[in-house]
Each structure stands twice: as structure tokens, then as C-alpha cells.
């Protein structure tokens, strides 16, 4: 977003109690226009809620909730430019595809013609053409879907939201539906709020990603911000896997950009990414991902960053071995691609691994 852009979607300073129970604490962002924002966290996180608060179905404590330019936190949800596809689709049973898509746009007792070409338009969008005489019942979960979301499209509202609208569908429709989704998404360019309990759902179909834990907001950021750079522990084991290695800065190169942390098993060379308030003495923790850890027989020439261990499992997955590593008292995740062409390594095995310079360091202190 540029810095003269207004935001499509402002949530400013927004509080949900129920009684005594702070649900959200002061939730403060921005949403640009044509953005898709995930809102992704544990269960009980407040992502729901304040999905809800913004399309109007529960009320705000406290706060703004301002929808290009206009602050709509007392406006009744038919009142707002937006439109919500329920974890349940919320379809009406008793009446066909067309009708189903058309409902809103009769409401507002727009003409007949106008209404059949705008259903035409959207079954057209959501690829059902042929299929607006069905009724609900006689068509699958995926296609409900699309149902859903072609009849919260249809008014045209300036925000879409999608509360876990994929979690009722089988895992390979998941994903079929998940693409479907963010490419209807970019064809029309309509902001959009997407709710997940599911951190690779979120990884994959994001333009940016807003991580909440206990009411409040961790971090926001692009998918490889949230994964490559996490700003404390919750975010960096919430989505994927990783290895927590512990460490202290023991010095800075200003020339080369470069610091020095010694570990239990050997002392590491990191190139200095986001870590610009570490400093020489700092207790670290190293975010290391599976997948960036390389994999050297025991006789192996030295390389830099070079640890030694020794394989204690190891599943074969396909297109990947996962390989547990014992190194010294703590073990060690690896996943290797493309085993076939890879060295195989064996339970027991004593092997060497290298840990790349590009490794996120966190404060200690920001281990919560």
C-alpha cells in the first residue's frame, strides 16, 4: 500500500470482552484495497470473533472498525458493504442454485433480467454453469462452496469474508477449492478476509498473514516474513516445524555484517538479516527450519557451520526422508528432498550437518 493509499479496511484499537473474559485486546491494522488478509491462531485465539465483529454479527466493546473511511462499528451487518461465507455455507435448502446466488440481489428488488445476467455472470465465475436448477441437495460440498461464495459476491460488497469456509471439505478438495478461491480472488480484485485453523492454508494462500495468540496480535507479515523471520517462539513453532537452538552472540563483524554465536555443539557464523537490536553478549535462540539443514557423511571434509551427530530415526516419505538426528543431548529434525538422489543415511549412522548462514536468531526474551 502506498503512502498516500487510503486503507480499504482499518481495525483500530479494537477490544471484545464476554463478562470478565478479554477476547481481544487492542486490535490495531490496516487491510489494503484488493489485499487477502488471513487471520490464523490457535482455537480460542479471537480470530472468529473479530471476523465476526467486522462483518457486524457480534458487537464491539471497544474500538473502530473503519470501511473505506467510514467507522461502521455501529451499523448493523445488512448495513455494512460487506458479505460473510459461513463455516456452514448457510444455503437455503428448499431453493436452487440460481436462487441461492440471487437472493440478495432480490431483496434490493432488483429487476428479473438484471438479476438472471448477474447470476449468469457469477455461476460463470465460480465455474457451475449448466448447474442453476440444481437444488442444494443434489450438489457437493464443493460445489456448496461455490455457491456461497458466488452469492456473497453478488452484491458486490467492498469486503469478502470467509470464516474457515474450506474446513468441511475433504483434504483434496481442500486444496482444489483453496486455489479456486484466491484465483477468483485476483480475477476480481476484491479485498478479502480469510479465517484458518490451518497454518499451511494460511502459508499458501495469503497476501499477508495476521498471527493472533490470546486475544492479541503477534506478528503481521507476507508468509515468508511469518516463516522465515517469526518475532518470538509461539510464531516460529505455530507454523511448521522448526529446531530451537540455543546460543550467545559473541561478536559482531560491522564490515561484513556478520556475528559469531557459540553453541553446546560448536560456534556458528550467521549472516545479520532482521536482527539488528541483537547485540555481542545477547542470549539467542537459532530458528532452524528441517528443510534448511544439509546432510555430509561422517568423513565429509570440514565446511562452515559444520555440526556432528548421529542419525537416530529416520521415514521415508516419498519425496522426502525425515531424518531425526541425536547432537550431543538435544535432537535435531532434518528433511531431506529428493532422497532417491540423495546419500541414504541409517539409524545409528554418525553424520556431519551444516546450518546455513541465513538462520533467524531470536532474543531469549522473546521466547513468549
Known amino acids: ?6 486503507p480499504m479496511l482499518e481495525l483500530v484499537d479494537v477490544h471484545k470482552s464476554f463478562g470478565d473474559v478479554d477476547v481481544l485486546k487492542g486490535i490495531s491494522a490496516s487491510i489494503s484495497k484488493g489485499e487477502l488478509l488471513t487471520f490464523v491462531g490457535p482455537s480460542g485465539c479471537g480470530k472468529t470473533t473479530l471476523l465476526r465483529i467486522i462483518g457486524g454479527f457480534t458487537s464491539i466493546t471497544s474500538g473502530k472498525i473503519i470501511l473505506d473511511g467510514e467507522d461502521i462499528a455501529a451499523l448493523p451487518p445488512n448495513m455494512r458493504d460487506t458479505k460473510m461465507v459461513f463455516q456452514s455455507y448457510a444455503l437455503f435448502p428448499h431453493m436452487n442454485v440460481r436462487k441461492n446466488i440471487g437472493f440478495g440481489l432480490k431483496l434490493q428488488k432488483m429487476p428479473q433480467k438484471k438479476i438472471d445476467d448477474r447470476v449468469d455472470e457469477l455461476l460463470a465465475l465460480v465455474h457451475m454453469e449448466g448447474l442453476g ?96 523471520t517469526p518475532e518470538n517462539m509461539f510464531i516460529a513453532e505455530f507454523v511448521g516445524y522448526v529446531n530451537f537452538l540455543e546460543g550467545k552472540i559473541e ?78 543431548d538435544r535432537e535435531i529434525l532434518i528433511d531431506q528432498y529428493n532422497p532417491k538422489d540423495s546419500i541414504k543415511f541409517r539409524s545409528g549412522d554418525t553424520i556431519k550437518f551444516t546450518i546455513p548462514r541465513t538462520v533467524h536468531a531470536l532474543p531469549k526474551k522473546a521466547e513468549n
Open 251 to 328: 561478536s559482531f563483524d560491522q564490515d561484513s555484517g556478520v556475528f559469531r554465536v557459540s553453541t553446546e555443539y560448536g560456534d556458528l557464523s550467521l549472516n545479520r538479516g532482521n536482527e539488528q537490536n541483537l547485540e555481542k553478549g545477547d542470549d539467542v535462540f537459532l530458528v532452524i527450519r528441517p528443510e534448511t539443514v544439509t546432510l555430509f557423511p561422517s568423513d565429509a571434509e570440514d565446511l562452515p557451520n559444520m555440526l556432528t551427530g548421529k542419525i537416530r530415526h529416520s521415514m521415508y516419505a516419498g519425496n522426502l526422508v525425515k531424518y531425526t538426528i541425536r547432537c550431543g
Open 133 to 228: 436448477d440444481r437444488r442444494i441437495e443434489r450438489i457437493s460440498g464443493g460445489q456448496q462452496q461455490r455457491v456461497a461464495l458466488a452469492r456473497s459476491l453478488a452484491l458486490e460488497p467492498k469486503v469478502l469474508l470467509l470464516d474457515e469456509p474450506l474446513s468441511n471439505l475433504d483434504a483434496n478438495l481442500r486444496v482444489v477449492m483453496r486455489d479456486e478461491i484466491r484465483n477468483i480472488q485476483e480475477r476480481i480484485g476484491i479485498t478479502t478476509i480469510f479465517v484458518t485453523h490451518d497454518q499451511y492454508e494460511a502459508m499458501s494462500i495469503s497476501d499477508r498473514i495476521l498471527v493472533l495468540h490470546d486475544g492479541v496480535i503477534q506478528q503481521i507479515g507476507s508468509p515468508s516474513d511469518i516463516y522465515e
Open 1 to 6: 500500500m502506498g503512502d498516500n493509499e487510503t
